[in-house]
């Protein structure tokens, strides 16, 4: 049968709050990372991207940072809605592949 | 509008009969990956094509195989499916070069009886 998934990571904030999903990743050499959001039964999503010569970039209600010095990817969410919630994974590209961090699960209380 | 297409969104077959599992895209992008995805993991890589060079992955089973045969589509066989095989299959394009995003459908569920 199936295997047994990780317990992912969650993160369970109020509606309006603002979120942060942090993530650390493992290549010093990786030079552009991407935040993807998977909502159930559907596809990552692509939600914003950095490269390594930048420490912050934002989007629509979306940052993200990158501190290369303890490699360090985190993704902040302002006043977050019911529709954020999913499983938030970051991505580094390695050698022109995805690697994929182990994903953290947004749950927004109403 | 839908940019990568995969049908069918939920498929079942049975225990060691072959099934294909189709993706297009409207991008026109040169690479298409093949990812599985288990439940509350994160997807995993079988093989990608850059245009018609296929590239597999060294843990990929030879059970999984993939065609090509134009630039909008991508088929993922596989031979004999076995009940681990159960997961989400999720096709995915990007440009070529380096640094380009990937762009993800909403994958076809596969369930083996």
């Known amino acids: 049968g199936e295997s047994v998934g990780l317990h992912l990571p969650t993160l369970s904030v109020q509606e309006g709050d603002n979120s942060i999903i942090n993530c650390a990743y493992s290549n010093s050499a990786s030079d552009y990372f991407i935040w993807y959001k998977q909502e159930s039964g559907k596809g990552p999503q692509f939600i914003i991207d950095?490269?390594?010569?930048?420490d912050k970039r934002q989007g629509q209600r979306v940052t993200v940072l990158l501190n290369k010095t303890v490699k360090h990817l985190s993704l902040q969410i302002a006043a977050t809605q019911p529709g954020d919630s999913a499983v938030y994974f970051c991505?580094?590209?390695?050698?022109?592949?995805?690697?994929f961090g182990q994903g953290t699960r947004l749950t927004i209380n109403p | 509008d839908a940019m990568v297409i995969q049908n069918p969104r939920y498929q079942v077959t049975q225990f060691g009969k072959p099934v294909t599992l189709s993706c297009s895209q409207t991008?026109?992008?040169?690479?298409m990956y093949w990812y599985q995805q288990k439940s509350s993991q994160a997807p995993k890589l079988l093989f990608h094509y850059y245009d018609k060079d296929f590239n597999n992955e060294a843990d990929t089973p030879d059970n999984f195989q993939s065609r090509r045969p134009n630039t909008s589509f991508c088929f993922l066989d596989i031979r004999s499916p076995g009940l681990g095989d159960a997961a989400m299959y999720l096709c995915a394009t990007s440009r070529g070069g380096n640094n380009q995003p990937q762009h993800f459908g909403d994958g076809t569920r596969l369930s083996i009886l």
């Open positions: 991505a580094e590209i390695r050698a022109q592949k995805l690697v």
């Open positions: 950095i490269r390594s010569n930048m």
């Open positions: 991008l026109n992008h040169n690479v």
